[in-house]
């Protein structure tokens, strides 16, 4: 268990839609990252915020945006989805920004997403 | 741009014998962080090795153990004695100094046969 928290595990929606995933970091963990995981494919990163502000863009498209909430947990809301944003989201946290140190990121167990 | 190859989809070892998984990568960055990761059925993401780019001494964990050459700008992961819950999707992952985002390679799904 790498202490990183996400909900919910299941998500099935139609296109269209609007969802929020949400995630909660480790323990004092102040950066939080979104990947995003299509089928049998690596990890693209989508963004990343850290206390609260945004430090990092990735592939993140404009139908996508997420916020960290004073608590530090995170919301990544996926809006007029289609059949692609299929996939499995995840939240991943670490102590602090890059650079200070080799900072792994921990990762929580995922949500899926299926759009039909 | 970074990138991260694994150049092997799938790899298969027999229980208790020793694996090597592929990496390479694309950086102009003298500064920079390797990782492997491994995902098993479940989906979890599991922290397996880091490598500091600036350290000559290859990085170990247990049966884990990486053999990294930077001039080549290849990070190799070596499982001894493999175990049937070593089977997963094995991920090599590349993060620059003062950047916040990590780049996958595509992964390497390994099989472990008794």
């Known amino acids: 268990d790498s202490g990183v928290t996400q909900t919910p595990k299941h998500l099935i929606t139609a296109t269209g839609q609007r969802v929020t995933l949400r995630c909660s970091p480790r323990?004092?963990?102040?950066?939080v990252y979104w990947y995003q995981q299509s089928l049998d494919q690596g990890l693209q990163f989508l963004i990343q915020?850290?206390?609260?502000?945004?430090?990092a863009k990735g592939n993140i498209l404009e139908r996508f945006s997420a916020q960290q909430f004073p608590d530090l947990h995170s919301e990544l809301n996926l809006s007029s989805l289609e059949l692609g944003d299929s996939a499995l989201y995840f939240c991943?946290?670490?102590?602090?920004?890059?650079?200070?140190?080799?900072?792994?990121?921990?990762f929580g167990p995922g949500t899926r997403l299926t759009v039909t | 741009a970074q990138t991260v190859t694994q150049s092997q989809p799938e790899m298969s070892v027999q229980e208790a014998e020793t694996v090597t998984l592929s990496c390479t990568y694309d950086?102009?960055?003298?500064?920079?962080?390797l990782f492997w990761y491994k995902q098993p059925p479940s989906r979890q993401m599991i922290l397996v090795i880091r490598?500091?780019?600036?350290?000559?001494q290859n990085a170990t964990e247990n049966r884990f153990s990486v053999n990294f050459q930077k001039a080549a700008k290849s990070f190799s992961l070596k499982i001894s004695d493999s175990q049937l819950g070593d089977a997963a999707m094995y991920f090599c992952?590349?993060?620059?100094?003062?950047?916040?985002?990590?780049?996958f390679g595509a992964g390497t799904r390994l099989t472990v046969k008794p």
């Open positions: 950086t102009s960055e003298s500064d920079y962080y």
């Open positions: 490598q500091e780019a600036y350290k000559q």
């Open positions: 323990s004092g963990d102040l950066s």
């Open positions: 915020y850290y206390n609260g502000e945004e430090r």
């Open positions: 991943a946290s670490s102590p602090g920004l890059a650079g200070s140190s080799s900072y792994e990121q921990y």
């Open positions: 992952a590349y993060r620059r100094e003062n950047n916040n985002d990590m780049r």
